[in-house]
């Protein structure tokens, strides 16, 4: 069975930095590309970042560029989101999600993992 | 910043049938690019639901149905069930001068009368 499971999310100020970690098993892992997408509470679904099977190609939402890194460890079978500066906009819970094909350009989303909170707030 | 429009809502009793539209764009659904739809029950992660503009992954019943026609697309539930009320929501690629990006819809939610 294919499972993702995010975790890392939690209560920030705004300006400080999080790290997101999701886990993945249930598939080979260093065939897909890997992506994050967001969902403030209420609201609905925002792409965030996609990385390609060998991290070559990397893609981000243009509200986070230059904000946020993503990246993954082929050996470890982990997809991380680096976020920095972070802003109460960011505030949503992120799901990590395996895309359709090795590159990371026109994929459909499955699964998706459950989802960690991000809270910015003082 | 959405960029796929959906009807905010959609009802029906049960056994009817719903349409859901997708609309998009000249850089998106209209350049060709494949449409997915996802359902979010309450609560949960959003799930594959199409793939491929009509597409249903294995488990998904044939009552869900997907469509694309020039830069629109829709979703089709027949015989609706009291467990098909949920968020929905499409999906697809978009090339733009701007830049490469994903865009999903607006959202759809789905209410079994």
């Known amino acids: 069975e294919v499972q993702l499971v995010e975790s890392g999310g939690g209560l920030v100020q705004p300006g400080r930095s999080l790290r997101l970690s999701c886990a993945a098993s249930g598939f080979t892992f260093d065939d897909y590309a890997m992506h994050w997408v967001r969902q403030a509470p209420g609201k609905g679904l925002q792409w965030v970042s996609g990385?390609?099977?060998?991290?070559?190609?990397?893609a981000y939402a243009d509200s986070v560029r230059g904000r946020f890194t993503i990246s993954r460890d082929n050996a470890k079978n982990s997809l991380y989101l680096q976020m920095s500066n972070l802003r109460a906009e960011d505030t949503a819970f992120y799901y990590c999600a395996k895309g359709s094909a090795s590159v990371e350009s026109d994929n459909w989303f499955d699964p998706w993992g459950q989802g960690t909170l991000v809270t910015v707030s003082s | 910043q959405s960029v796929l429009t959906q009807p905010p809502s959609v009802s029906g009793a049960p056994g009817q049938r719903v349409t859901i539209s997708c609309t998009g764009s000249s850089s998106n659904i209209g350049a060709g690019y494949d449409v997915q739809w996802y359902q979010q029950l309450p609560g949960t992660a959003p799930k594959l639901l199409i793939f491929g503009n009509r597409n249903r992954p294995s488990g998904v019943p044939d009552r869900f149905s997907g469509s694309k026609s020039g830069t629109s697309a829709s979703l089709a539930i027949t015989g609706l069930q009291a467990e098909d009320e949920a968020d929905y929501y499409c999906?697809?690629?978009?090339?733009?001068?701007?830049?490469?990006?994903?865009?999903f819809g607006t959202g759809t939610k789905v209410t079994v009368l």
């Open positions: 999906q697809s690629y978009d090339n733009s001068l701007s830049g490469s990006r994903y865009v």
């Open positions: 990385i390609s099977w060998n991290s070559d190609s990397i």
